[in-house]
């Protein structure tokens, strides 16, 4: 079975860091583009974060660039994303996920984490 177990997430006050950790197993981690997700209170789930299947490749959403980055370390299966100059806008539940496509449309992404919580307090 597919697991996505993300990790990093907490309380952190605006202008802090924060870098968030996914582990993946049950998938050939290095045939997928990976990425992240992040839902706020009583929004819909919104794409953050895409990285190709080799790392040579990056997308991210404009509410996020400069501020975050995502990266991939196959040989241990994880993908990160590294927070800077959180704002209170950033509080979710942020998850990763796994796509064999490049898209942003989160319907075409067939494996997802359960999430870990960032909470920026001002």
């Known amino acids: 079975q597919v697991q996505l177990v993300e990790s990093g997430g907490g309380l952190v006050q605006a202008g802090g860091s924060l870098r968030l950790s996914c582990v993946a197993s049950g998938l050939a981690f290095s045939d997928y583009n990976m990425g992240w997700f992040r839902q706020a209170p009583g929004k819909e789930r919104e794409f953050v974060a895409i990285?190709?299947?080799?790392?040579?490749?990056?997308y991210y959403a404009d509410s996020v660039v400069d501020r975050f980055t995502i990266s991939r370390a196959n040989a241990k299966n994880t993908v990160s994303l590294q927070i800077n100059s959180l704002g209170p806008g950033d509080t979710a539940v942020y998850h990763c996920?796994?796509?064999?496509?490049?898209?942003?449309?989160?319907?075409?992404?067939?494996?997802w984490g359960q999430g870990t919580q960032v909470t920026v307090s001002s």
């Open positions: 990285i190709s299947w080799d790392g040579g490749t990056t």
């Open positions: 996920a796994a796509t064999r496509s490049w898209t942003t449309s989160e319907v075409d992404w067939p494996y």
